[in-house]
């Protein structure tokens, strides 16, 4: 048997271990590369009238306009850029629409409780549903190609699937488990400027990176860090919403840790900043980014829309 005093010893000794394998995975030290954020604008608080929201939980922006998932009211609320409600539209086919996406004049809506993908006009006109050939099972985020189809995060079928305009099955990358190409829970997808993909792979808490032909290139988060609640690089406490900037950058929705986090476009982290949630719940949900970097993020358990800016930036 050890004594205690050599046991203290190992002790103190694998402690120092695990803080330098900590910091080499770039997770113990928030050493930010760019300044935080800062909040410039909000508006919103909880009820069913205009601009008022009952669980906000995505974001679309045009260049003078933001549309926002109203969840539990079942609708789409739209305002311009200064926070003025202009219309809402959706109630009718809507159950809970999460992530959206807008391509050219049409807003594309996963409905996490219907199964489809809602198809809307930005006047809010609706056109149609697209469901999968072989079924959607509560959809979390979608991404439009240039050329017209669909990149779908199929939360609960465990998948990323690719789909025509008419819902046929293009290719899917399914699996679960925390290899290279599985998934748990997957929430949102969005498009890099090759035509490659990231995946916000929800409860993996991590992101997944694709090539245009859809090979896998890289991941980051867990499962080494994963649930990892706190002010950590790179680690994220449940990845809900990812989105790609002009210049390439990645920014991803660490909801438990209140967060959002900013990375290159090969993971490296930038920086983070988000609203830490007053009472229950927690807040940065889902996340849209402007040409200008200007970021957009739907504040869960806060029921508003936040505009965040680099620091100093007018």
């Not at 933001?66 to 809402?88: E, H, L, M, P, W």
């Not at 035509?195 to 032909?213: I, K, L, M, S, W």
């Not at 991803?252 to 988000?274: C, H, M, P, W």
Request: proline share 4%.
């Amino acid at each position: 048997m050890l004594k205690l005093g050599k046991w203290l010893g190992y002790s103190a000794v694998a402690i120092l271990i695990l803080v330098a394998i900590l910091v080499w995975a770039g997770g113990a030290v928030n050493w930010n590369q760019e300044p935080p954020y800062e909040l410039a604008q909000h508006w919103g608080e909880k009820g069913n009238g205009p601009a008022q929201f009952n669980d906000s939980t995505g974001i679309a922006i045009t260049a003078d306009a933001v549309f926002v998932a109203d969840a539990r009211n079942n609708r789409i609320q739209v305002f311009d850029k200064q926070g003025t409600f202009k219309r809402a539209f959706g109630n009718k086919v809507l159950g809970r629409p999460m992530n959206m996406a807008i391509a050219g004049d049409r807003l594309y809506v996963p409905d996490y409780f219907k199964d489809v993908i809602h198809v809307f006009t930005l006047d809010g006109e609706y056109r149609r549903a697209i469901a999968a050939e072989d079924g959607l099972n509560s959809p979390g985020g979608v991404a439009i190609r240039a050329n017209g189809t669909l990149l779908v995060a199929d939360t609960y079928a465990q998948r990323v699937v690719h789909l025509t305009p008419d819902g046929n099955v293009l290719k899917s990358w399914n699996g679960t488990g925390i290899g290279a190409g599985d998934f748990n829970y997957p929430t949102d997808v969005a498009i890099a400027a090759d035509g490659g993909f990231y995946v916000a792979d929800g409860y993996n808490d991590r992101v997944q990176q694709f090539g245009p032909a859809g090979e896998f290139i890289r991941k980051w988060g867990g499962p080494f860090g994963a649930n990892i609640f706190g002010p950590f690089k790179g680690w994220f406490a449940t990845a809900t919403s990812i989105a790609v900037g002009a210049d390439g950058t990645v920014y991803v929705a660490d909801f438990y840790n209140d967060r959002i986090q900013k990375f290159t476009a090969e993971g490296s982290f930038l920086t983070a900043f988000g609203t830490l949630a007053q009472g229950p719940g927690h807040s940065e949900i889902a996340l849209a980014v402007d040409a200008d970097g200007t970021v957009w993020s739907a504040n869960f358990a806060g029921n508003r829309v936040e505009m965040w800016r680099p620091a100093g930036k007018p």
